[in-house]
């Protein structure tokens, strides 16, 4: 940081201003070098080491602190664990090799031999997938009287006309879109298997799945709308802009309803939505319909939502990341003292994890409002002592400021703390942006949401998502469309051993 000595104010106060305005810079820079630091070679982990010292300055609490245990000089080191090899699945087919000794009589004094025993042990081997060829043969009958011809319907198949069976597109797909496979990493690979399948024709086939699976991504649609609460977020995918020579900047919007942490047994599900930009317009057109609560990260979109209709429920995991990133770069008391006080209002929500709406409220109203009111208090009186431009300055108002949507979940025991259910639903459009690096097009972005909403929902449910959309892409195409609800994930039952498939409602499979 350069400034011209002669230009510098004479007056003390007017100086002492400039010096103070100058070290907020300094530190607003060192904490964006030292943001760019942690996400390039640093831990991602936000986790809070405090030493004893700094768990001496938080505030008091109902909550518990557990002293540091005393360490002792003559104290021995604790033993090593030895790791112990977990035992091969049960279900995997096992192929049995016998190892005879090679002798029927002693061959130290030729007696006759008999079995005692024997020792057994398992080594874990991979068959390489191999494709095949079903060849569909209908034999042509005729009357030997009217020669009328009789001869079998012709087989189903996903893709009219298609060669691929449900069984290979559902391999491109999830090896797309869930293992993080870019098609033409794809066709290289069937290539040394002999087989020769274009790049265009793996896209033909993501395209028209899509399209076959449409009504089905609707459904799931309806069901996340229809809960009294979602989560809401959203994430960049870059996207190829023909004409331009570079990518564009589209948005994948995630809503999930899980819940779960309520002590509900209503199915989890998640639905993604493209839009080629990040305009409010575009929530607020996805969940026109809603009625409920929205856990949000504070993004300004959402705002014409929360009409009454519609609630905001603000996110403390945000509000604990702007602290976590000052006490990362910086230390001190202050973020420490907000971290460890964040902590305690989650260690109540691990307590409450799983249990009804009613009881969640009781033990959030007598155990974490008292916290939250008095954290209420030290944010305002901290804030009056800090420099207005400093970076502790600023994760205090983006806390004051969503003060009232903060301390929402409180009231309400089916809302959530957090909005991580959403994060966690996007971390597979992050670590598919590092692979195929971009969307061929906004029709790309769009089958992206969809493979995304059916591949996360079936994952939320405990389905292989491999084998949930081998299932459906069996009989999507003649299965009624008014009752495209039999086949989401929780109306399928998938036996994790390739058995036959039936889905609740009893279709066999």
């Given amino acids: 940081m350069s400034f011209d000595a002669d230009r510098l104010p004479d007056d003390p106060s007017s100086l002492k201003a400039l010096l103070v305005s100058q070290q907020s810079e300094l530190e607003h820079f060192k904490l964006v070098v030292a943001k760019l630091q942690r996400l390039l070679f640093g831990r991602r ?26 360490v002792l000089e003559s104290t021995p080191p604790p033993d090593r664990k030895i790791p112990v090899r977990k035992p091969l699945p049960e279900h995997l087919p096992r192929e049995i090799e016998l190892h005879e000794a090679g002798h029927s009589d002693c061959p130290e004094c030729g007696g006759a031999l008999r079995r005692i025993g024997e020792d057994v042990s398992e080594i874990l081997e991979y068959v390489p997938a191999r494709f095949k060829v079903i060849r569909h043969v209908r034999p042509k009958l ?83 709308l229809g809960g009294r609460t979602l989560h809401a977020d959203d994430t960049p995918v870059p996207v190829l802009d023909p ?31 493209y839009s080629p930009d990040r305009q409010g317009k575009h929530p607020q057109r996805h969940l026109a319909d809603y009625r409920g609560a929205i856990h949000a990260d504070g993004y300004a979109g ?55 709406p ?10 974490a409002s008292p916290l939250l009111e008095s954290f209420h208090h030290w944010l305002q009186s901290t ?18 400021a969503r003060w009232s949507a903060l301390i929402r979940y409180c009231d309400v025991g089916c809302l959530e703390i957090d909005n991580n259910a959403a994060e966690r639903a996007l971390r597979c459009v992050a670590l598919g942006r590092k692979n195929y690096l971009f ?25 292989d998502p491999q084998a949930y959309l081998t299932f459906v892409l069996q009989r999507i195409a003649s299965h009624p469309i008014n009752r495209v609800d039999e086949l989401l994930p929780w109306n399928v039952s998938l036996p994790p051993s390739g058995e036959a498939v039936t889905t609740r409602q009893g279709i066999a499979a």
């Fill in 439 to 463: 969307a061929g097009s906004d029709a790309g972005g769009e089958r992206a949401a969809s493979l995304y909403s059916l591949l996360g929902t079936a994952t939320l449910n405990g389905l």
């Fill in 142 to 224: 005729s009357c030997r009287s009217c020669r009328t011809l009789v001869q079998a319907a012709a087989p189903e198949r996903p893709i009219e006309k298609g060669i691929a069976g449900p069984g290979l597109l559902s391999h491109v797909l999830v090896s797309k879109y869930c293992d993080h496979l870019p098609l033409y990493r794809q066709s290289r690979i069937y290539a040394r298997e002999g087989v020769d399948l274009p790049r265009s024709t793996l896209t033909d086939w993501v395209g028209d799945s899509c399209d076959l699976m449409s009504p089905l991504v609707e459904a799931l649609r309806r069901h996340i």
């Fill in 243 to 273: 004409g331009r020579g570079r990518t564009k900047t589209g948005r994948l919007w995630t809503y999930v309803r899980d819940e779960r942490p309520a002590g509900s047994d209503v199915s989890p599900a998640v639905w993604f939505a």
């Fill in 383 to 400: 804030l009056s002592q800090v420099s207005r431009k400093s970076a502790i300055a600023e994760a205090i108002r983006y806390a004051l």
């Fill in 302 to 356: 959402f705002n014409k939502l929360f009409d009454g209709k519609r609630v905001e429920v603000a996110c403390w995991a945000h509000v604990r990341r702007k602290f976590h990133e000052i006490h990362e770069a910086h230390g001190g008391e202050l973020a420490a003292t907000a971290l460890q006080t964040i902590q305690q209002l989650y260690r109540i929500e691990t307590r409450i994890r799983g249990k009804p």
């Fill in 358 to 367: 009613d009881e969640r409220r009781r033990v959030r109203q007598a155990r």
């Fill in 45 to 70: 982990s936000e986790s809070l080491h405090l030493s004893p010292d700094q768990l001496a300055l938080l505030p008091d609490s109902q909550e518990e602190t557990i002293p540091p245990p005393p």
